[in-house]
């Protein structure tokens, strides 16, 4: 019983819990006992994955105290990039996905910089990335999906091949049980992790997500704490983009809009704090299941939309709640 | 305070009002009011107009966006009157809110056609667009037609089908949608999953991904468009099951359904069209004072693996 409490005392304990609450509801509306098949368990792990390697960059901002809404936009932006590289023009995946991550730690440093050396809100400087990537992606698509179908100057279309990067990354390991994206998404996880708990600069992003002005008395590099977290942000995004361009077999300009909401919501789910200083990529691991298996559960049994957005709404509410640290 | 930034302005002015509407002498200047270039299938109608026009070099074309804002559309008309067009052209996002300005201009003598979707009232030169109930009747006919094929409706057993709807607070999605079931109605076909995947090839895959995990067997998807019907098929590709269904989608882009079809990922997609070399030609014959029709449905073809390479087949 003691050992109980203390767990649920712990951030991660009441995040579990949340979580706990979600997979109890599965089982009770288990459609026909489709939530009990491991199939269901790994699609909602693929379909997650996109979200979730968002969710790592933005838990690594949030512990600054910051907030990066250019992620969707950035992934829109990399996922266009990535298709015109390796489908259009068939470069190698060794030099296509350097490239594109480049182009994301480009837009993360990019507002990192404009957080870090001119001062700029956080929320400004971010959302002032969102929309210029959005453009920058529609200027390069030219309004269009980039996709297998390449037209001709007669105006005939060619029908490109698949290249073998999409293939694998939308496959399937381990005997079709678990898709390469979900591992994407572990690995960006298991990096975030290293980061935040392993490497010295981890602690300055705490610092300075603690109290910045004190951070920055006691010596911590600020500017670069917040660039590097900016900029490992843009490589996120430039991640998930990848991910998401070989799930869909294009790259779509239009990819990406209003994922910064759903990977804020699945770090403040998971249990991190807006207000920064606290917080870790466990937490947003947890947090990325709770909303992948809620959209799921809504999704097999089949719930009309209007009734998906009200319980969605209220069961987040209610997992947020769980999570309170019990008034002693 | 004014000091510094009144010639910036006065140039600003300047270069704006000799930017503003370059007209030769004996050229026409159409103004394109689109509603949203977010969308690849009002990306092919503006380039389907500029395409037309490029043929008659009497003609220039002025395109705007308004970026899925109806007031930015509306002001965008106004600005287009007081421009003094010889001819609007409208994709207008929504009916009511944007009658007026169309109204407005049509009573000031400049000719308007209205694409795609409608606007209140008569107050327009000429309405051109597809009737998606149409379109989507269609498909439910030819997935009858099919359905009634497999062996084991042959043997008497219901047919099961998915729908994967567009966004059903839009109105194409529920003319889609009501189309379709208009044409099953009576059948022996069972709707065994319904989700609304607001257009979207993500969400289209997710939800198919739920439908294959609750059905056990699934003869028929129909998707309200292609994107939606090509995200069911990954998703059914991933599950091995992708042999198993039949996939229906609509709208029929020459880069995107037909590409599918061509590639056997769609076994029919359903062309919604866009009218925009229509409204070229009837924009011409409106300035040359012929007579056009006040409504214009367009004709939209059937695309299958049989005829893509022939350009498809109309559909009656």
Known sequence: MRTLRRWIERPEGRALFALLFILAIGCVFNAHDAFFRWGTHRDMLRQVSVYGILACGMTLVIVTGGIDLSVGSVLGLCAVVFAQLSLHRGQPAVLAVPAVLAVGAAAGLASGAAVARFRIQPFIATLAMMVFARGLAKWLSGGEKVSRALQQPDGSFAYLDLPGAFERLDAKVWGGNVAVVTLVFLGCVALSWVVLTRLRYGRYLYATGGNEEAARLSGVPVRRAKLLAYGLSGVFSAVAGICQAAQEQQGDPEAGVSYELTAIAIAVIGGNSLAGGRGGVGLTLLGAMTIGYLEKILSINAVAESSRLMLTGAIILAAVLLQRRRVA | ?316
Request: proline share 6%; charged share 25%; aromatic share 6%.
């Open chain 2, 1 to 316: 305070m004014t000091t510094p930034r009144t010639p910036f302005a006065l140039l600003l002015t300047l270069a704006l009002a000799s930017n503003a509407f370059p007209k030769d002498a004996g050229k026409w200047v159409v103004g394109m009011s689109q509603c949203n270039l977010g969308e690849p299938w009002r990306v092919q109608m503006n380039a389907d107009v500029r395409r037309a026009a490029a043929a008659h070099p009497e003609l220039e074309v002025v395109f705007k966006d308004a970026q899925n804002d109806t007031l930015a559309q509306r002001a965008q008309i106004e600005e287009f009157v007081n421009s003094g067009v010889d001819l609007l052209i409208v994709s207008p996002k929504e009916a009511a809110p944007l009658t007026p300005p169309v109204a407005e201009a049509y009573r000031r003598g400049i000719p308007v056609i209205v694409l795609d979707r409608r606007v209140l009232g008569s107050d327009y030169t000429e309405f051109i667009g597809a009737n998606n109930r149409l379109i989507g009747k269609a498909a439910g006919a030819w997935a009858l037609r099919r359905l009634a094929e497999l062996p084991a409706v042959r043997k008497g057993a219901r047919a099961r089908v998915v729908e994967l709807q567009g966004l059903m607070t839009s109105i194409p999605a529920q003319d889609r949608g009501a189309g379709f079931h208009e044409a099953l109605k009576g059948a022996p076909v069972d709707i065994v999953y319904t989700a609304d995947m607001k257009w979207l090839e993500p969400q289209a895959r997710l939800e198919m991904e739920s439908a294959l995990a609750v059905q056990p067997r699934i003869d028929l998807v129909f998707a309200h468009n292609d994107p939606g019907a090509h995200g069911a098929y990954l998703a059914a590709q991933a599950a091995g099951r992708e042999r198993d269904i039949i996939f229906v989608g609509i709208d029929a882009l020459a880069q995107e359904g037909q590409v599918y079809v061509r590639q056997g990922v769609l076994a029919a997609t359903f062309e919604y069209p866009t009218g925009g070399r229509e409204a070229v030609e009837d924009a011409l014959k409106i300035l040359r004072h012929e007579s056009v029709e006040k409504e214009v449905t367009l004709r939209s073809r059937v695309f299958t693996p049989e005829n893509v390479a022939g350009g498809g087949e109309w559909l009656r």
